[in-house]
């Protein structure tokens, strides 16, 4: 069955640094979703991304972060300058439609901000 | 706004046991609603999902839940637990409406453990 890829599992980065998180959604999938769990809390909506441009976002999606298609595959979280509460688990997600199908995520990325 | 409670944090329950895990909503339009399940170290997999129609739905791994409006409740239930299903379980819902439908609220999660 497809699957949705992040890469990596886990990254460790200095405060101030930025960041890149990458997922490949699944291939004929046409929304993808950035969501994360900060630990102990809730799985948060962050951003989702439609037709190469942001459909909604939440107020944790400020301008530090940004997302980007660069190619037909990839699906790329962006954070310029990472602030220890950054620190949480990334998930990425992907759907074939935006009415009533369910996302399928990946595994996340588990970033570390020190 | 819609917003998920899921009242138990954590749920020890032996092997072969019935359990149930709870999940409120509150929204002011009509929703969809979903249960997750997160494995150790894996990401959220769908268990089940209830869009329109019955409001019993069952799912993988011998999971069924129930819709009840008027309680605004999505109650998650397994007459029979084994080891395996120790985890950790998420109820979600979205707008079924115009607009963020594919934006998930997420519960905070509850733990199973299931012991022998």
């Known amino acids: 069955e497809p699957e949705v890829t992040q890469t990596p599992s886990h990254q460790v980065t200095q405060m101030g640094q930025e960041v890149i998180l990458r997922c490949v959604p699944i291939?004929?999938?046409?929304?993808f979703y950035w969501y994360r769990q900060i630990l102990g809390q809730k799985v948060e909506f962050l951003v989702s991304f439609y037709n190469n441009e942001i459909s909604e976002k939440s107020e944790i999606f400020d301008d530090q972060f940004s997302v980007e298609r660069p190619d037909g595959s990839n699906f790329t979280l962006k954070i310029r300058s990472t602030k220890l509460e950054d620190s949480a688990m990334y998930f990425c997600?992907?759907?074939?439609?935006?009415?009533?199908?369910?996302?399928?995520f990946g595994n996340g990325t588990r970033l570390t901000v020190t | 706004a819609q917003s998920v409670t899921q009242l138990d944090s954590q749920v020890p329950v032996f092997e072969e046991a019935p359990v149930e895990l709870r999940c409120n909503y509150s929204?002011?339009?009509?929703?969809?609603l979903f249960w997750y399940v997160q494995y150790p170290n894996q990401g959220l997999q769908l268990l089940l999902k209830y869009l329109s129609g019955s409001t019993l739905v069952k799912g993988i791994n011998g999971f069924e839940a129930e819709f009840n409006k008027s309680q605004t409740s999505f109650h998650l239930r397994k007459p029979s637990v084994h080891i395996s299903d120790t985890a950790e379980y998420f109820c979600?819902?979205?707008?079924?409406?115009?607009?963020?439908?594919?934006?998930?609220?997420f519960g905070k999660g509850t733990k199973l453990s299931v012991k022998p």
């Open positions: 291939s004929n999938h046409l929304y």
């Open positions: 979600a819902v979205s707008d079924s409406g115009g607009g963020s439908q594919g934006n998930l609220i």
């Open positions: 929204s002011s339009v009509s929703v969809y």
């Open positions: 997600a992907s759907s074939e439609l935006q009415v009533g199908v369910p996302l399928h």
